[in-house]
């Protein structure tokens, strides 16, 4: 089993429709989690941390799952400018603190 | 603030020819950084990582290798390219606990 999971889609939705990606991590001591948004042939650039309880920011929604190890990002109002594509990153702690990418979930929105 | 920079931005290079990628963060003091290699359409590869000057890990044998001559400061180096050695390489760096940031990457093409 890989590490972090993620379909790689692509997820093709319309302007203004919800959507919800989630990663599933496979280290049950996993510490931190974020998602970064890549644009293609750019670097990868830091949406959100994932915090225990949950937290939004703006029209993005991220939420934890210790139980089931997955964490999954909500998009509300999507945008053209959303498309991209999403990477879960999960890291440990101690000597397991280097941070683990996903391979990416991508969406399109369309007009 | 914090800020990284990496370059060049785009490198052509033959086959067989050497190889010297340099990134720099400014606005830290003893960040962990860490080099990345993105081939196309793929997910991230964690090439090497280093937590202090002269510290480097190496995660993936190959013919790559990284320097830290000084704190802020991280080198990538080949002394011979290979044909699959082409791709998008990426610096990053944090401190500890806390997410990464990425350099704008240097795409490199190889003839």
């Known amino acids: 089993r890989k590490e972090v999971e993620q379909d790689p889609g692509p997820f ?4 203004g429709a919800t ?11 996993s510490q931190s989690f974020f998602w970064y948004r890549q644009d293609c042939r750019k670097e990868p650039k830091l949406l959100m941390s994932v915090y225990s309880s949950g937290n939004e920011d ?32 999960v890291r440990g702690s101690g000597g397991s603190y280097i941070p683990t ?6 969406l399109i929105v369309h007009p | 603030s ?7 931005a785009t490198l052509v290079q033959p086959v067989g020819s050497p190889l010297s990628l340099e990134c720099t963060v400014e606005g830290t003091s003893n960040p962990n950084l860490y080099w990345y290699r993105q081939a196309a359409g793929r997910g991230l590869q964690l090439l090497f990582y280093s937590v202090g ?9 190959q013919n790559l290798s990284a320097s830290r001559p000084q704190d802020r ?33 240097t795409r490199l093409s190889i003839l």
């Open chain 2, 53 to 61: 000057i002269g510290q480097i890990s190496s995660e993936v044998p």
């Open chain 2, 2 to 8: 914090q800020t990284i920079h990496q370059w060049p």
């Open chain 1, 19 to 29: 959507v919800a990606f989630n990663c599933t991590y496979s280290n049950s001591a």
């Open chain 2, 73 to 105: 400061q991280f080198i990538l180096s080949s002394k011979k390219l290979l044909l699959s050695d082409s791709g998008f390489y990426l610096c990053a760096w944090n401190l500890p606990n806390q997410p990464q940031h990425f350099g704008d990457g």
């Open chain 1, 58 to 89: 703006g029209r993005f929604t991220a939420q934890l799952n210790r139980a089931s190890q997955y964490i999954s990002l909500l998009i509300r109002d999507s945008k053209l400018s959303d498309s991209a594509t999403y990477l879960c990153v």
């Open chain 1, 101 to 106: 990418f996903g391979r990416g979930t991508s």
């Open chain 1, 12 to 15: 093709n939705v319309p302007e």
